[in-house]
């Protein structure tokens, strides 16, 4: 994918989050955060919009403290989204290619990182807030959902404060099947008492199949439609609603361990 989708699904995105949040109410609890209400997801969301707005507009390189809660009334937050949306999405489409800044993972550049992980950070909090309203959860493009998969299995979660551990090594096979045009994909997901370690396996995943070519032979297989898997992951959907087999444990500790 390339910056300008990111940006127009940021933007999107951003939107559709915080119409849900009106309608929802700031006192509304968000099922998929249950220490959060609404008032919390709007906070939290606007807050790293701004956040990250600090480092692409003024190329800071290295990081900074989280802004603090805005202390705004409740029927403000989600004008207050709104706008501190708007001006990453200026930010990020003014940006130039060879922008020079602190990031997190890897990347091909920093505006790539940011870009991406803004649209992936604001998809998954547009599904809190629909969550939230009792709405149907807005699907994902289907290779927007494998990046955000790819983001979430090869990025973040290899990062050292993942949570993710296991006493034994045990491999997960994590399968997005295609669908809507859209090839799908696959990955195997080493976990040990280190940080898990992914690596997406070439070529399409075909659904029915076990051990695609160069997958070591997997304790659980996690598979479903991108979009949905895509969710399922974030622990936004629960599991029970896509295909497990294997070691069903496996995916259980995914979701009690797994949180960013």
Same mark, same amino acid.
């Given at each position: 994918?390339? #910056? ?26 968000? $099922? ?19 956040? &990250? ?24 937050? &989600? ?14 489409? @003014?940006?130039?290619?060879?922008? @020079? ?81 859209? $090839? ?22 075909? $659904? ?18 991108? @979009? ?6 974030? #622990? ?25």
């Amino acid at each position: 994918m390339e #910056n300008t989708d990111f940006t127009e699904s940021l933007e999107r995105d951003g939107q559709l989050l915080a119409d849900a949040a009106e309608k929802a109410g700031a006192d509304a609890p968000v $099922p998929t955060c249950p220490e959060w209400r609404v008032r919390d997801l709007l906070s939290h969301t606007g807050r790293v919009h701004r956040w &990250a707005t600090g480092f692409v507009a003024q190329g800071l390189q290295q990081p900074v403290p989280f802004p603090e809660d805005p202390g705004l009334p409740d029927e403000q937050l &989600a004008g207050w989204l709104r706008d501190g949306c708007r001006t990453l999405v200026r930010a990020l489409r @003014s940006a130039p290619a060879d922008l @020079s800044c602190w990031t997190f993972l890897p990347a091909p550049s920093p505006l790539a990182f940011w870009t991406r992980r803004q649209a992936h950070e604001t998809a998954v909090h547009r599904a809190d807030a629909e969550a939230a309203l009792g709405a149907d959860i807005t699907a994902c493009a289907p290779a927007f959902a494998v990046d955000g998969i790819d983001e979430l299995l090869v990025g973040i979660q290899a990062r050292e404060r993942s949570t993710m551990r296991t006493e034994l090594p045990k491999t997960l096979l994590i399968r997005a099947a295609g669908e809507a045009g859209s $090839p799908g994909a696959a990955w195997t997901v080493r976990l040990s008492d280190a940080p898990p370690h992914a690596e997406r396996i070439p070529g399409a995943a075909a $659904p029915g199949d076990t051990a695609p070519s160069g997958a070591a032979a997997a304790d659980c297989v996690i598979e479903g439609p991108a @979009s949905d898997l895509y969710l399922a992951l974030w #622990n936004r959907r629960s599991l029970d609603d896509i295909s497990v087999t294997g070691d069903a444990g496996l995916a259980r500790l995914w979701q009690e361990r797994s949180g960013i």
